[in-house]
Structures are given as C-alpha cells and as structure tokens.
C-alpha cells in the first residue's frame, strides 16, 4: 500500500493474541474494580453473588456461541452491525450500527475520566484537571493507533499481560493471607411478600450490572476481516477469551467476599482499593487507584481502536461518509477513527456521554436481539452460506440467548421507559432513512 491514504483495503496483519486481547482486554478494565461492591450491595450473600457472575460468563459463553458462527461467515469490518445489516436489510443495520459506534465513542469519553479519576486516588491534586487530562489521553490512544494496525496490536497484547499480571497478584495476594471471617450469609427471600418483591428487584439488578461488566466480548466481531485466518481464529478467541474473563471476575469476587466484611464491601465504591489496603497498610489505596487508572487507560486504547471498524463498515455499505473508508499505510481507518475521537472530546466536555449511555442502554440491548435473531434469520434465508463454525447446540443454545436477550430488552424498557422512547424514536428515523438509502444505492445501480 502506497504512503497515501486510499479507499478500501484493511490489511490482514492480526491473529488469535490480538482477537484474546482485544475481547478480554475490552471486558476487563476498572470496572471490575469497582461492581463487586455494588452488585454486593443488591445481593449481600456470597453465594448468590457468586452465582450470578458465573451466570454473566454462561451468558458470554452463549452469545460467542452465536458469534463465533456468524462472524465466521461474515468475516467483515463493522462487527455485530454485519449480520444485522445481512439479515434485516439497511433500516436495522442502520440502527444496530449507530447504537453499537454511539455506545463505543460514549465509552471513550467515560474511560479518559474514570483513568483521570482513578488516577486522583494516588495523585489528589490531578482532580483540579480532570477534563484536560481526560482530553489528553484520548489525544494519546488516538495518536497510537493512527500510526497502524501494528501499533495497535502490539500495545493491546502488552495491555492485557499488564492487566491479568495486576489482577492475579491482588487475586494471589488475597488468597495467601490470612483469611478474613466469612461474611454472614444473609436469605434473599424474606418473609414478607413485600419484601421477597424487593429481593427479586435487587437480584434482576445485581444481574444487570453483572452483564454489564461483562460487556465488551464482541471485540473479534471488529477485526474478522483484519484476520489472518477468521474461521480458525476467531472461534478459538472468542472461547478462550470467556474462560480468562470468567476466571478472573470469580477470582476477584472470591477475594473481595474473604477479605472484607459483607457492611464494608457493600459500602465501598472500590473494594478491591480498601483490600488492597489490607494487605498493604495506608499506601494500598494510592497502589489500587494507580492500577485501576493504568487499567482504565488500556481499556481506552482496545475501544478506540475498535469503533473505526464500525463507521468502516456502515461508509461501505452506504451508511455513512464515504471518507470513512480511508485507510492509511499503517491499515488503520484514519479519518473513522479521528471523526468518534472527535466526537468524544465534546462529551468530555459536556457530559453527554451519560446521555448516550442512557439512550444505548436500550439501543444495545436491542441490537443484541437483532443479532441473535439475525442467525436465525441467515439460517434460514441463506441455507447454503459456507459456514466454517456451526454453533455448538443448535436450535436449542442460540434460542437461549435470543430468549435471554430479549427478556433482558423488556427488563430494561419497564426500568427505563425513556429509554424506550428514544429507541422507537431512533428507529422512525433508521428505517426510512435506511429505504431511502437502499432506493438511492439500487437507481445508482440500474444507471451505472
């Protein structure tokens, strides 16, 4: 490829390490740090905790299920908005792909704070210069990944080595102390109706905010077409990926619920700080903010380098400007990746990544139905589509997500009834918008 910027042509310079990093590396970040306490808070019982992480790596488990046979047959740029758009036609895709890259850039925006904000725990002085340190390091993540796909792979397999090796030194150290008191195990059921009403809110809750620290595990979907080999690689990426994640949030939890006490970790907004601090006096805390910060800023660089393959993929379908689809010598989406850093560095300023957050909520949760119908979809409109993984249990696993999914949309329109709103909104514009552009692309078609 030339030095200029050309049109088209993402490089095939990645392999199964990129695809483990760039999923585990995408899941986890300093938020495992951080939603032990809170999920705690919901289900103050060690073993219902317990089971509701292991069931937030069923559900991951069930979904690469899923992906790992439609990304394989749709080995492209753009992720979950490729079978979507597949399957469902420009409408849905157009939603599916909006909601995904607006909850991506969104998630920059909150990862440049929360690494400038766990970065205050060791340096209080930094607080006074949040947003212009926030600015700073997406400058910083952006920069790197401008210079190309190598780049960009190589610091995402370095990141996730620093995070597992930060991670299993805590998870080590907890294990080797002395251990703490169990927790008094507390009936989630009460006697009252009213109050067994309440146990089951809090434990819908908890399992929402479980799933959401899972979130991030469509990160090989991004970088198929990047592959060197997809139908072996990705699969192997996807599953291998859930294991290191499971293991790694059981063995966090295990560690919070021995060291601490049940009132303590349910009042903290950084247990594993407060654990840390047991085991290493008064500078643990400083120690914890300094990891969750370096933590938070490698999650930052897996998401910008992931949603350019977004916009990529929409621009080449029509969806999107077509300057999208510049690629420099370096195989990177240049202007994609300038136009969603850009757009993060106002959300910083405003605060409005809390309000995209709010409308992806449901847009999110949507756009995995669609995904999962949308192998059902591709199953059927497309029989004889080459398909080098076939999801392990079919009909019977994949209609078990779809379910799990769907139950998780309702879940969160009855929660957030606003939400909902902006999503029907979001879809009275997607759809026409999508027919018309379908219109357009076909007479282009008919008069080239």
């Not at 756009?367 to 249990?393: S, T, W």
Request: proline share 6%; glycine share 10%.
């Amino acid at each position: 490829m030339s030095g200029e910027a050309t049109t088209g042509g993402l490089q095939k310079r990645l392999g199964l390490p990129f695809a483990i990093a760039i999923m585990a590396g995408s899941v986890i970040g300093a938020g495992i740090l951080r939603t032990p306490g809170v999920v705690a808070n919901e289900v103050p019982v060690f073993w219902i905790a317990m089971l509701l992480w292991a069931l937030g790596g069923i559900y991951v488990l069930l979904s690469v299920n899923v992906a790992s046979e439609l990304t394989t047959a749709l080995p492209r740029a753009g992720g979950i908005y490729v079978p979507v758009h597949e399957a469902f036609g420009d409408g849905m895709g157009l939603l599916a792909g909006w909601a995904i890259w607006a909850g991506y850039v969104a998630g920059a925006a909150a990862l440049a704070l929360a690494f400038v904000e766990f970065l205050a725990i060791a340096i209080p002085s930094l607080q006074d210069y949040t947003v212009p340190l926030a600015l700073a390091a997406i400058g910083a993540v952006t920069v790197l990944n401008l210079f190309g796909v190598e780049e960009g792979r190589i610091s995402n397999i370095v990141g996730l080595s620093i995070k597992l090796a930060l991670l299993g030194g805590v998870i080590v150290a907890a294990l080797i102390m002395d251990p703490a008191s169990a927790p008094p195990s507390q009936p989630l059921a009460a006697t009252s109706p009213a109050e067994a009403a309440i146990g089951w809110v809090a434990l819908i809750t908890a399992l929402q905010i479980v799933l959401g620290a899972y979130d991030g595990w469509q990160g090989p979907t991004f970088f198929a077409e990047e592959d060197k080999d997809p139908a072996r690689n990705i699969p192997r990426a996807f599953f291998r990926s859930a294991v290191i994640i499971l293991v790694v949030y059981l063995g966090i939890n295990l560690c919070v619920f021995t060291v601490l006490d049940i009132e303590t970790l349910r009042s903290s907004d950084l247990p594993v700080a407060i654990m840390i601090e047991s085991l290493l006096g008064p500078a643990g805390v400083k120690v914890a903010g300094v990891a969750a910060a370096v933590m938070a800023l490698l999650t930052l660089n897996a998401v910008s380098m992931t949603h350019p393959r977004i916009l990529f993929g929409m621009a080449r379908d029509g969806l999107f400007l077509k300057s999208a689809l510049k690629v420099n010598k370096g195989g990177t989406p240049w202007v994609a990746m300038l136009i969603g850093s850009g757009l993060a560095v106002p959300m910083i300023l405003s605060g409005a990544y809390v309000f995209v957050f709010k409308i992806q909520v449901a847009t999110g949760i949507f756009a995995g139905v669609l995904y999962n119908a949308a192998y059902f979809a591709l199953r059927r409109q497309r029989p004889d589509m080459r398909r080098p993984f076939r999801a392990i249990g079919h009909p019977v696993l994949p209609a078990l997500i779809l379910a799990i999914t769907v139950g998780l949309f309702v879940a969160v329109i009855v929660a957030d009834p606003s939400g909902g709103l902006w999503m029907l909104a979001l879809i009275a514009i997607c759809l026409p918008v999508g027919i018309h552009l379908k219109r357009q692309r076909n007479l282009t078609e008919k008069t080239a």
